[in-house]
């Protein structure tokens, strides 16, 4: 019974642990206000600490072979940093201001790090014994504890004499009933696995798994996300000191309120997105759409009217707790994703060993984030000093810490934006992903797609950025509806879509509308950089006779780059016009992507038309007889079809490949014509002639 309330606790003990953290900073600043005048010194005092502890859990010498040799680098600069904050606030602080409650203040928060840090190390000692002796222990730790902040607190006030705050009998319910939620998330916590000595942990050391590009991206999208988190909530939590006061107690209940309430739509809106959205959108749109929303809730948070009062705090709360859900709902499951990843790169690696490396990644973000905060809290406890009676300084204070917890935040949203656009892994592949780990536990290898999903999720293979990138504009600007996707059948692997052209317009309708990622054919000269200024100056010179010659030419070089790496990032597939050579390599090129489970797309009109469709060339019909022949699968070809006028993609049923029938090319271009046509609405003639190439 132990061992299920505990697995069922588990996800939950570190959200405990850091609620008690923050809170522990609103009472650090509040008795900070107390004893020194300065509620800014306090919170910086507190965030030491909590950096030190931070610092110690990653540069260790059980954690440090996991750090990349980058970190551990950076490792030397966050030392000598905390050094210098804390010689700042220990002693300097202290002797310019030259009173007594000064240090009283100090021992009780340094007690206080003391107290999670001994509790910390008695829970490790007796996680394997009974739970009572256990508890007992922990509670017999944390009772002295308390025990000595009292008589503290009674010795100075013998000394020092100053008015007893009516808040003081708050701060004491508040730091017991911390206490106890500590006391209760170590008495739950789980031993701590052993490390493993075999070779799967030595491929998690040092900067292995960031050979792993897929895990590289991940990795970074993941710290700067935690960063950008920890940095505003870390931060609101001293803002709110600056808020009009109206008690400790009123205080504190609001900021627990807020928590609670993120904490609650977070895990609402999880669990409704992993059911119902993830499977209908691509990862990377809905950890930008968390992003963004998470910005857009904390600037409303720090600038809003109504951010004082309790609906005003419990509505914020509520949509950054939607926002982070969908940050880490994408987090979670990429996460799990990332371990079948590593292995494609680095090799068989254990839950254990891949858990402590993701943890200590982490812990960095952590630590990044509090020293930042630490010295802007030091700079500005220094600047403040004697300041805070004065109504007019802390207005410019408040304003400050305003733009500093939205510049800094934003930052790093900026950041995990970038690496999200970056990320390969999107719902294409990670469905590649799990196929492939299926076909792993039924014990059978799909050489192919393992190479696919090596090469673009190891590699650096190009990948599809400018498209995601592009595709919120070209929808705005090309407004169209899919009608018909419920024909397509994709189970039993890659298809192929055969579409009208339309010009440039059926091309863009197609890759940006279509609910089935596609590898378009292009021509082969649209994607040589030596070649595609030849093949497109006689368009430019046609469309744009009025820019003079030299104005076009230079157009023409600018626009080549960027529209290569636009069709680069649709992963396209190289048509080789004019010898035997080249149509043989583009036939056994889309043959490759079906075998990886591409899907292809191909415009075989023989020209271009307003509305309905143009007779077909019929060598694409090569594909299914080719790929019959590598893998002894049938595949199936789907008309497409997409009206400028209508504003419509259509997709109609499809036809499966016959290599018993001797007529096939003839069936499948003949049935592909109709369906199209049929789809368009326009009459097809009884015998449609086809040029077969």
Same mark, same amino acid.
């Given at each position: 019974?132990?061992?299920?309330?505990?697995?069922?606790?588990?996800?939950?003990?570190?959200?405990?642990?850091?609620?008690?953290?923050?809170?522990?900073?609103?009472?650090?600043? =509040?008795?900070?206000?107390?004893?020194?005048?300065?509620?800014?010194?306090?919170?910086?005092?507190?965030?030491?600490?909590?950096?030190?502890?931070?610092?110690?859990?990653?540069?260790?010498?059980?954690?440090?072979?996991?750090?990349?040799?980058?970190?551990?680098?950076?490792?030397?600069?966050?030392?000598?940093?905390?050094? !210098?904050?804390?010689?700042?606030?220990?002693?300097?602080?202290?002797?310019?201001?030259?009173?007594?409650?000064?240090?009283?203040?100090?021992?009780?928060?340094?007690?206080?790090?003391?107290?999670?840090?001994?509790?910390?190390?008695?829970?490790?000692?007796?996680?394997?014994?009974?739970?009572?002796?256990? +508890?007992?222990?922990?509670?017999?730790?944390?009772?002295?504890?308390?025990?000595?902040?009292? !008589?503290?607190?009674?010795?100075?006030?013998?000394?020092? @004499?100053?008015?007893?705050?009516?808040?003081?009998?708050?701060?004491?319910?508040?730091?017991?009933?911390?206490?106890?939620?500590?006391?209760?998330?170590?008495?739950?916590?789980?031993?701590?696995?052993?490390?493993?000595?075999?070779?799967?942990?030595?491929?998690?050391?040092?900067?292995?798994?960031?050979?792993?590009?897929?895990?590289?991206?991940?990795?970074?999208?993941?710290?700067?996300?935690?960063?950008?988190?920890?940095?505003?909530?870390?931060?609101?939590?001293?803002?709110?000191?600056?808020?009009?006061?109206?008690? =400790?107690?009123? *205080?504190?209940?609001?900021? &627990?309120?807020?928590?609670?309430?993120?904490?609650? +739509?977070?895990?609402?809106?999880?669990?409704?997105? *992993?059911?119902?959205?993830?499977?209908?959108?691509?990862?990377?749109?809905?950890?930008?759409?968390?992003?963004?929303?998470?910005?857009?809730?904390?600037?409303?948070?720090?600038?809003?009217?109504?951010?004082?009062?309790? &609906?005003?705090?419990?509505?914020?709360?509520?949509?950054?707790?939607?926002?982070?859900?969908?940050?880490?709902?994408?987090?979670?499951? /990429?996460?799990?994703?990332?371990?079948?990843?590593?292995?494609?790169?680095?090799?068989?690696? %254990?839950?254990? +060993?891949?858990?402590? $490396?993701?943890?200590?990644?982490? /812990?960095?973000?952590?630590?990044?984030?509090?020293?930042?905060?630490?010295?802007?809290?030091?700079?500005?406890?220094?600047?403040?000093?004697?300041?805070?009676?004065?109504?007019?300084?802390?207005?410019?204070?408040?304003?400050?810490?305003? &733009?500093?917890?939205?510049?800094?935040?934003?930052?790093?949203?900026?950041?995990?934006?970038?690496?999200?656009?970056?990320?390969?892994?999107?719902?294409?592949?990670?469905?590649?992903?799990?196929?492939?780990?299926?076909?792993?536990?039924?014990?059978?290898?799909?050489?192919?797609?393992?190479?696919?999903?090596?090469?673009?999720?190891?590699?650096?293979?190009?990948?599809?950025?400018?498209?995601?990138?592009?595709?919120?504009?070209?929808?705005?600007?090309?407004?169209?509806?899919?009608?018909?996707?419920?024909?397509?059948?994709?189970?039993?692997?890659?298809? &192929?879509?055969?579409?009208?052209?339309?010009?440039?317009?059926?091309?863009?309708?197609?890759?940006?509308? *279509?609910?089935?990622?596609?590898?378009?054919?292009?021509?082969?000269?649209?994607?040589?950089?030596?070649?595609?200024?030849?093949?497109?100056?006689?368009?430019?010179?046609?469309?744009?006779?009025?820019?003079?010659?030299?104005?076009?030419?230079?157009?023409?070089?600018?626009? @080549?780059?960027?529209?290569?790496?636009?069709? %680069?990032?649709?992963?396209?597939?190289?048509?080789?016009?004019?010898?035997?050579?080249?149509?043989?390599?583009?036939?056994?090129?889309?043959?490759? !992507?079906?075998?990886?489970?591409?899907?292809?797309?191909?415009?075989?009109?023989?020209?271009?038309?307003?509305?309905?469709?143009?007779?077909?060339?019929?060598?694409?019909?090569?594909?299914?007889?080719?790929?019959?022949?590598?893998?002894?699968?049938?595949?199936?070809?789907?008309?497409?079809?997409?009206?400028?006028?209508?504003?419509?993609?259509?997709?109609?049923?499809?036809?499966?490949?016959?290599?018993?029938?001797?007529?096939?090319?003839?069936?499948?271009? $003949?049935?592909?014509?109709?369906?199209?046509?049929?789809?368009?609405?326009?009459?097809?003639?009884? %015998?449609?002639?086809?040029?077969?190439?």
């Amino acid at each position: 019974m132990l061992a299920t309330l505990r697995a069922r606790l588990t996800p939950w003990l570190g959200l405990v642990r850091r609620a008690v953290d923050l809170l522990g900073l609103f009472c650090a600043m =509040f008795l900070s206000d107390l004893l020194v005048q300065n509620m800014l010194f306090g919170g910086a005092v507190y965030i030491t600490g909590e950096v030190w502890v931070t610092y110690a859990r990653i540069f260790n010498k059980r954690t440090l072979s996991l750090l990349p040799s980058g970190i551990r680098a950076q490792g030397l600069l966050v030392f000598i940093l905390a050094a !210098a904050m804390t010689v700042a606030l220990v002693f300097l602080f202290p002797y310019i201001q030259s009173k007594p409650t000064c240090l009283l203040l100090t021992l009780f928060l340094v007690g206080g790090l003391l107290q999670q840090i001994v509790a910390d190390w008695l829970a490790k000692k007796h996680a394997s014994g009974a739970l009572r002796r256990r +508890a007992w222990i922990l509670a017999a730790c944390h009772a002295a504890f308390l025990a000595a902040y009292v !008589a503290l607190f009674w010795l100075n006030r013998q000394v020092v @004499v100053y008015p007893f705050p009516r808040d003081i009998g708050a701060l004491y319910a508040v730091v017991v009933g911390l206490t106890l939620l500590l006391l209760g998330s170590q008495c739950l916590e789980p031993a701590e696995e052993a490390p493993t000595a075999d070779a799967s942990a030595e491929a998690l050391a040092g900067d292995a798994l960031l050979q792993v590009r897929s895990y590289r991206i991940y990795n970074k999208m993941t710290v700067n996300t935690a960063m950008a988190v920890n940095l505003s909530i870390t931060a609101f939590i001293c803002y709110m000191r600056f808020l009009p006061y109206s008690g =400790f107690f009123a *205080s504190t209940w609001l900021l &627990v309120a807020w928590l609670a309430l993120i904490a609650l +739509a977070t895990g609402g809106s999880y669990r409704l997105l *992993s059911k119902r959205y993830l499977a209908r959108h691509d990862r990377p749109i809905v950890f930008l759409t968390g992003l963004l929303f998470w910005a857009a809730s904390m600037y409303g948070t720090l600038s809003a009217p109504w951010r004082s009062t309790l &609906v005003g705090s419990l509505l914020n709360g509520g949509a950054m707790g939607v926002s982070l859900a969908c940050m880490l709902s994408i987090i979670l499951i /990429q996460s799990h994703d990332m371990k079948t990843v590593i292995e494609l790169g680095a090799g068989k690696i %254990d839950n254990g +060993a891949y858990r402590r $490396n993701t943890e200590v990644m982490l /812990q960095w973000s952590m630590l990044v984030s509090y020293l930042l905060l630490l010295v802007m809290l030091c700079i500005a406890s220094f600047i403040m000093e004697g300041k805070f009676a004065h109504v007019e300084a802390m207005r410019e204070m408040r304003s400050v810490l305003q &733009v500093m917890m939205l510049v800094l935040p934003m930052a790093f949203v900026i950041a995990a934006m970038i690496y999200a656009f970056l990320q390969p892994l999107d719902r294409n592949y990670a469905d590649k992903l799990k196929k492939y780990r299926r076909l792993q536990a039924e014990g059978r290898i799909d050489a192919p797609l393992e190479a696919r999903l090596r090469a673009i999720l190891v590699g650096n293979a190009p990948q599809r950025l400018a498209v995601v990138l592009l595709k919120p504009f070209l929808r705005r600007i090309f407004p169209a509806k899919v009608v018909g996707s419920e024909h397509v059948d994709l189970s039993g692997g890659g298809a &192929v879509f055969i579409c009208n052209h339309l010009e440039i317009y059926g091309p863009i309708i197609s890759v940006i509308y *279509s609910p089935f990622p596609v590898r378009p054919w292009v021509i082969g000269q649209m994607l040589d950089p030596g070649v595609i200024i030849e093949h497109m100056t006689p368009g430019a010179d046609k469309t744009l006779r009025l820019i003079p010659t030299r104005a076009r030419r230079w157009l023409v070089r600018r626009v @080549v780059p960027i529209l290569i790496w636009i069709l %680069d990032s649709t992963d396209p597939i190289a048509v080789h016009r004019g010898t035997l050579r080249g149509a043989i390599q583009t036939i056994q090129e889309s043959v490759e !992507a079906l075998t990886y489970d591409d899907n292809v797309l191909i415009f075989p009109e023989q020209d271009y038309q307003s509305e309905g469709v143009a007779p077909l060339i019929a060598s694409f019909v090569q594909i299914g007889k080719s790929y019959y022949q590598r893998t002894g699968k049938r595949t199936t070809f789907y008309p497409m079809y997409i009206s400028r006028r209508q504003k419509r993609l259509y997709f109609g049923p499809g036809i499966t490949f016959d290599p018993d029938n001797e007529d096939e090319k003839d069936r499948i271009v $003949n049935y592909l014509y109709t369906a199209m046509n049929q789809l368009a609405g326009v009459p097809v003639p009884a %015998d449609p002639a086809q040029e077969r190439a």
